[in-house]
């Protein structure tokens, strides 16, 4: 299991934007997958995007075209930009690295969209 440090987040107002960061320390090799849920107050944690070594991306339907994910494998980080943010994007976002079939998870960081 690797350590993943986030940092990242706060507040910001309809519209406007804010960067995630996430690092894994633990693995000598570049971790197999990482990427962000996300979990808002009454509500399950839910994917928001995701990368693999190969910098194959997915995002959830609600982020696509406001949010990029991005990685750099020599610092063993990834990235997610947000843009566009919505009161609805308002969550604690977690980072998850999954390197061969284990999971593992960032402390959270509170991002909070006011309109």
């Known amino acids: 299991q690797v350590q993943l440090v986030e940092s990242g987040g706060g507040s910001v107002q309809t519209g406007g934007s804010l960067a995630l960061s996430c690092t894994a320390s633990?693995?000598?090799?570049?971790?197999?997958?990482m990427g962000w849920y996300r979990q808002a107050p009454g509500k399950q944690r839910e994917l928001v995007a995701r990368?693999?070594?190969?910098?194959?991306?997915n995002y959830a339907d609600s982020v696509k075209g406001r949010f990029t994910i991005s990685r750099d494998n020599a610092k063993n980080t990834a990235y997610l930009q947000m843009n566009n943010l919505k009161p609805e994007d308002t969550a604690v976002y977690y980072c998850?690295?999954?390197?061969?079939?284990?999971?593992?998870w960032g402390q959270g960081t509170q991002v909070t969209v006011s309109s």
């Open positions: 998850n690295a999954n390197q061969r079939g284990v999971n593992s």
């Open positions: 633990g693995s000598i090799v570049p971790v197999d997958f």
């Open positions: 990368i693999t070594i190969n910098e194959h991306t």
